[in-house]
C-alpha cells in the first residue's frame, strides 16, 4: 500500500506463548542418581504429561516418573501455532481418527475446567479456505456437498465465508467444526501442574541418554521402571538408534502486535476460527485471545542426517515469506509490527501416520509422529497408552494407529533429497496454481507422498 511503512519480518526471539504465559512456575529439580517407578516417561510434552496425568488419575497406586531434557513444553506442546483439532494426515484413517479426535478436544477442554487450567480455549472451528481455482476444485472434491451430521464440515460459498473471515480474492472454503484455538503454553503448564498434583513425579532439566526395556539412562542418573515410554517427538532423532525413526521438519511462526479494532472490523475475523487455505505448502493461524493474528507454515528446510539445533528455529527468509503471506491475506495488517518470531521441529513418520505402540514383553512404548497435527492427537495417545500400559481395553486401544512397529526412513542422503525435493516440489505446485488457475501436475505426485 503505497505511503506506508514496510514492517520487518522479526527475528527469532521466545515465543508469543511463552512471553504471555503469565511468571514462569518455579524450576524444577533435576534427577540425580538412581530411582525406581512402574512407568518411566522420557519426554515431558504433551504425550508425556498426557500420558502421566491418565496414569496417575486411573491408578494412584503407580509411581510414575517424567523426565525432560529442557523444561516442560520445551518442544513442539510449547510453539506451535495453537491448533485443537481433529485433523489426521493421512486420509485412509482419517474417517476412524475424527471421532475420538473430536471427543477428545471436549475431553481437554472438561480437564482444564475440572483442574483449573485457563488456556485461553475456545471452540469456534477451522476455516480452510480457496483462493485459488485450484484450490477451489481440490477442496470441493474433498466432502460431499451436503454434510451427514452437524458436526462435519460443510462447505461455505465465498459469501458464507466472508462472514468469518474477509480474505481478498476468496471463493469458498470448507468450515470443520472441530477444532479449538488455544494458548499452548498455558496448557501445558497446567498439564504439568494437574500430573503432579495426582502424584506424577517430573524432572527437569534431565535429559536421556538411553532407553531400554527396564531402564532410562540419565546424564547424572538412572530410572528402572517396568515400563518406559518414548514421548520425544521431533527430537527422537537424538536418541542412540533412532535416527530414522522419525523426520524432524521445522515449521515457523510469526505473530503481530495486538491490533485495534478498527483493523479487526476491516478484516471480518470477529471469532476464533482458525484458518488455512488450500496451498499445498501449508500456513496455519489463529486470531490470538490478546488480539493479535499468529500465522505459521512449512518451507524451511529439512537438515541433513535428521538434525536439530535451536540455530534452525527461526530463519530470515521464511519468517519474511510469512510477512508478505499475512500482508497478501490480510492487507488490513499490512502496517502491523510482527513482534515474535519462532519454531521449531515437528515429527514426520516415513508413511506420515501417527502412531502408538506398547509392547508388553518388552516394557518399551512410544507414541507420536503427528506431522504437525498433535495437540488433541497426543492427548488421545496418551489416554490410549495409559490404557495399554494398564492393560485396559478400551475403544481406543482398537484405533488403527495402535500398531506394534512403524517402516523407517531411508538412510541418507536419501533422506535429505526426498524431504527438501518434497518442500520444493509443494511449493513449485503453488506457484504454478496461483498462475494458472488449474491443479498442478505435481499433485499426485505429492499426494501419494503425503498419504494423501
Known amino acids: ?13 521466545p515465543s508469543l506463548w511463552l512471553d504471555t504465559a503469565g511468571p514462569a512456575p518455579t524450576p524444577r529439580p533435576r534427577l540425580l542418581g538412581r530411582l525406581t517407578a512402574d512407568v518411566a516417561i522420557v519426554g515431558a510434552g504433551f504425550t508425556g504429561l498426557w500420558t502421566a496425568y491418565h496414569l496417575r488419575r486411573d491408578d494412584p497406586t503407580l509411581r510414575v516418573a517424567v523426565v525432560e531434557r ?5 518442544g513442539a506442546s510449547g510453539r506451535n501455532g495453537g491448533w485443537c483439532s481433529a485433523l489426521f494426515p493421512v486420509q485412509s484413517m482419517a474417517p476412524a481418527m475424527r471421532g475420538p479426535l473430536a471427543a477428545t478436544i471436549d475431553d481437554i477442554d472438561a480437564v482444564c475446567r475440572a483442574e483449573g487450567i485457563d488456556c485461553d480455549l475456545v471452540k469456534d472451528g477451522f476455516l480452510e479456505l480457496a483462493t485459488t481455482p485450484a484450490q ?17 464440515p460443510r462447505w461455505l460459498d465465498a459469501d458464507q465465508a ?9 471463493l469458498g472454503g470448507i468450515l470443520d467444526p472441530q477444532c479449538a484455538a488455544l494458548h499452548p503454553v498455558k496448557l501445558v503448564r497446567g498439564l504439568a501442574t494437574a500430573a503432579q498434583r495426582h502424584g506424577a513425579e517430573l524432572f527437569e532439566h534431565s535429559p536421556a541418554e538411553r532407553i531400554e526395556p527396564g531402564r532410562v539412562v540419565l546424564a547424572d542418573g538412572e530410572i528402572q521402571a517396568g515400563v518406559v515410554v518414548r514421548a520425544t517427538e521431533g527430537y527422537t532423532p537424538t536418541l542412540p538408534g533412532l535416527r530414522r525413526d522419525l523426520a524432524p521438519v521445522y515449521s515457523l511462526i510469526i505473530a503481530t502486535e495486538p491490533l485495534p479494532e478498527s483493523v479487526w472490523a476491516e478484516i471480518g475475523w470477529d471469532r476464533r476460527v482458525t484458518l488455512s487455505d488450500g496451498r499445498r505448502l501449508l500456513i496455519y493461524a489463529q486470531r490470538s485471545a490478546d488480539g493479535r493474528i499468529v500465522l505459521g507454515g512449512r518451507g524451511a528446510p529439512y537438515h541433513f542426517g535428521s538434525r536439530t539445533s535451536p540455530a534452525f528455529d527461526s530463519s530470515p527468509a521464511v519468517f519474511e515469506h510469512l510477512r508478505r503471506t499475512l500482508v497478501t491475506l490480510f492487507p488490513a495488517a499490512a502496517n502491523a509490527r510482527i513482534t515474535h518470531g519462532w519454531g521449531g521441529p515437528l515429527a514426520v513418520p516415513r508413511d506420515w501416520t501417527p502412531g502408538v505402540s506398547f509392547a508388553p514383553d518388552t516394557g518399551l512404548a512410544w507414541a507420536g509422529g503427528y506431522v504437525g497435527d498433535g495437540v488433541a492427537a497426543a492427548a488421545l495417545a496418551g489416554r490410549t497408552l495409559a490404557d495399554l500400559i494398564r492393560g485396559q481395553h478400551s475403544p ?24 527438501n525435493a518434497g518442500r520444493l516440489l509443494a ?13 498442478s501436475r505435481l499433485g499426485p505426485a505429492l499426494d501419494h507422498l503425503t498419504g494423501h
Do not use: H, K, Q, Y
Open 1 to 13: 500500500m503505497p505511503g506506508r511503512r514496510r514492517p520487518a519480518a522479526a527475528a527469532a526471539v
Open 70 to 74: 529442557e523444561i516442560a513444553g520445551f
Open 136 to 152: 477451489l476444485t481440490r477442496l470441493r472434491a474433498t466432502l460431499p456437498s451436503v454434510p451427514a451430521v452437524d458436526s462435519a
Open 162 to 170: 466472508a462472514r468469518l473471515v474477509r480474505v481478498p480474492g476468496a
Open 396 to 419: 481406543r486401544t482398537e484405533l488403527p494407529w495402535v500398531v506394534d512397529r512403524r517402516r523407517p526412513w531411508e538412510p541418507e542422503p536419501a533422506r535429505w533429497l526426498g524431504i
Open 427 to 439: 511449493a513449485a505446485a503453488d506457484t504454478r496454481e496461483n498462475r494458472t488457475g488449474r491443479p
